[in-house]
């Protein structure tokens, strides 16, 4: 099983709503990060996650709130969001976080926030 | 960080032509990457060439690194209509591990 899935693939929120995106895999890979991406733009790194631990914020808001709860599943928490927080969130995940291997991307979960 | 930077940006060929995308980057690096991504959906990584290799191939792609003008090239031969999508490249920093993806390219393929 080479694939990291995500739920939802849409999700459309008010600024007053809580939500969360999930990404799972099966893969046995012990990094697992998200991405931000704006329509015709690159991947933006947010959060990694290694061995379930929070290894890297790039200095995200806290409106976005990830969680580990084990190897397999990565959370991430949205609450009071903007309109500009309106992206496509890519889920990936790696063997390991240093050493620069091949990510394993999910399809993504399109977020619009009204 | 973004220090990747692909050039061109954009690239609109017939079916059976090749593709040529370059990539520079601005610090030291263990790898490099060339990743695809079909209108909307997740990544799909297609190629990873080492800081010590100068060229690899798989398949139809053909991917050369210069690490002394910290340069590299992605070339797909025989492209396919399917074969229309953004391609990043995407380095990985000596300095701080982090994978930094680079502006990307629109490649369109006309059948």
């Known amino acids: 099983d080479t694939e990291v899935t995500q739920t939802p693939k849409h999700l459309v929120m008010g600024m007053t709503n809580k939500k969360s995106l999930k990404c799972e895999q099966h893969?046995?890979?012990?990094?697992m990060y998200w991405y931000k991406q704006k329509a015709k733009k690159p991947p933006e790194l947010m959060f990694v996650?290694?061995?379930?631990?929070?290894?890297i914020n790039e200095s995200v808001p806290s409106r976005f709130s990830p969680e580990c709860p084990n190897s397999s599943l990565l959370n991430l928490h949205l609450h009071a969001l903007q309109p500009e927080d309106s992206a496509l969130y890519l889920c990936?995940?790696?063997?390991?976080?240093?050493?620069?291997?091949?990510?394993?991307f999910g399809e993504g979960s399109r977020l619009t926030v009204l | 960080s973004q220090q990747g930077e692909e050039d061109p940006q954009a690239l609109s060929i017939q079916e059976g032509e090749n593709a040529t995308m370059n990539c520079s980057y601005k610090?030291?690096?263990?790898?490099l990457q060339w990743y695809r991504q079909n209108s909307g959906r997740g990544l799909v990584h297609l190629i990873l060439?080492?800081?010590?290799?100068r060229e690899k191939h798989s398949g139809r792609l053909r991917v050369t690194l210069d690490t002394s003008k910290k340069s590299s090239s992605l070339l797909i031969t025989a492209s396919r209509a399917a074969d229309t999508a953004s391609y990043f490249c995407?380095?990985?920093?000596?300095?701080?591990?982090?994978?930094?993806f680079g502006k990307g390219n629109q490649v369109v393929v006309i059948p």
């Open positions: 990936a995940s790696s063997q390991g976080w240093r050493g620069g291997g091949e990510l394993f």
């Open positions: 893969m046995g890979h012990r990094a």
């Open positions: 996650y290694s061995y379930e631990k929070l290894s």
């Open positions: 610090t030291s690096i263990n790898n």
């Open positions: 060439i080492r800081s010590n290799e």
């Open positions: 995407a380095t990985d920093s000596l300095r701080d591990n982090r994978l930094a």
